[in-house]
């Protein structure tokens, strides 16, 4: 037990020093128009991201402070039940797409774009960040249920998009002809390696 | 477009109580077999294509704000609906619940998360009604 206690503190420590270090050196802050470029870039080779907008809804706790205080216990478990089902569904929706975000940029991008070191260090450093952040908030949810992790949803949400902004906004601008190839390349196999 | 739907909110939606009548009203001027949705009098006043267009993106609109709106809000708002709907509440709660309706009003294209937590909002605001309508014999 002690053992499994030391481990579970060094490992809960090592995330949050990343976690710590991943915030100060995630890279450019995030332009709001850019980023919407990006997903509108995204968008074209059915790449989006769930809403952020929609993750705030599901999570948020005014729901669940009217529900205490205003219906049974048995409405209360429905409730509880069916809003943990939609905080896992929102968060594996999001966990698949960013998943393709970055088998489209190995894919796609790479052989097409030069590559930038920092970017690829930057975003490899979110993505597992982000990784690591979704096990855990998974774990919080099933838990304590989907009211009390808003913050590090919004967290994860936030490195999702930094996530998206890195890879895509090499598609913002870009010259017509290779983005065309990058297109066929990715609608053509967009799966296989 | 913006005229047409702006005659759409000033004339006919306007005198509906609430988003959840709205977005009942029109998902009934969409055709189940293609999807397509009809409003003769905006067609007379418009286009055919331009009338289609307004009332889309009227769905999508009402949709996106019971969303969004808050679980107290749609209990109030379904309670409202219920009220003028002229039929009976037990048998409206009933019916609802059973053949849940509800799940038939969403736009086409929504994501289907968004169209998930509108269906649970609207179950449970459903079953705060059914407790509220059970005890009113007692009380």
Not at chain 1, 28 to 42: M, N, Q, W
Not at chain 1, 74 to 91: N, V
Not at chain 1, 139 to 161: C, M
Not at chain 2, 3 to 17: I, K, V
Request: with cysteine.
């Amino acid at each position: 037990m002690g053992e499994f206690l030391f481990f579970l503190l060094i490992g809960l420590g090592s995330l949050s020093l990343v976690l710590l270090w991943a915030g100060r050196s995630a890279g450019p802050s995030i332009d709001g128009r850019r980023l919407s470029e990006v997903r509108e870039a995204f968008t074209v080779i059915e790449l989006e991201l769930p809403s952020g907008a929609l993750g705030e809804r599901i999570f948020a706790s005014h729901d669940w402070d009217f529900i205490s205080a205003n219906a049974s216990r048995e409405i209360q478990r429905t409730f509880l039940q069916e809003r943990k089902s939609l905080a896992m569904s929102w968060l594996r929706q999001t966990r698949t797409n960013v998943g393709r975000v970055m088998e489209f940029h190995r894919k796609a991008v790479r052989g097409c774009v030069r590559l930038n070191p920092s970017l690829e260090l930057r975003l490899a450093l979110n993505y597992i960040v982000f990784l690591l952040t979704y096990e855990v908030l998974c774990a919080l949810i099933l838990l304590r249920g989907p009211f009390w992790v808003r913050e590090l949803v919004r967290y994860t949400s936030g490195i999702a998009d930094q996530m998206s902004y890195l890879s895509g906004h090499i598609l913002v601008g870009m010259d017509p002809t290779v983005l065309g190839r990058i297109k066929s390349r990715w609608y053509n196999n967009p799966v296989a390696s | 477009m913006e005229a047409a739907m702006q005659d759409l909110e000033s004339r006919t939606l306007a005198e509906m109580s609430g988003s959840i009548a709205q977005l009942i009203y029109i998902a009934s001027t969409r055709d189940y077999n293609t999807g397509q949705y009809n409003h003769d009098g905006l067609t007379f006043c418009f286009t055919e294509e331009v009338a289609r267009t307004a009332l889309a993106a009227h769905h999508k609109k009402i949709f996106r704000e019971l969303v969004f709106a808050p679980l107290e809000d749609i209990v109030q708002q379904l309670d409202r609906y219920m009220e003028t709907s002229g039929a009976l509440r037990a048998d409206f709660l009933e019916l609802w619940k059973k053949i849940e309706p509800y799940r038939v009003t969403v736009p086409a294209d929504s994501d289907p998360i968004a169209m998930e937590l509108f269906a649970s909002n609207v179950k449970v605001a459903l079953a705060i009604l059914q407790t509220r309508q059970e005890m009113v014999p007692h009380s």
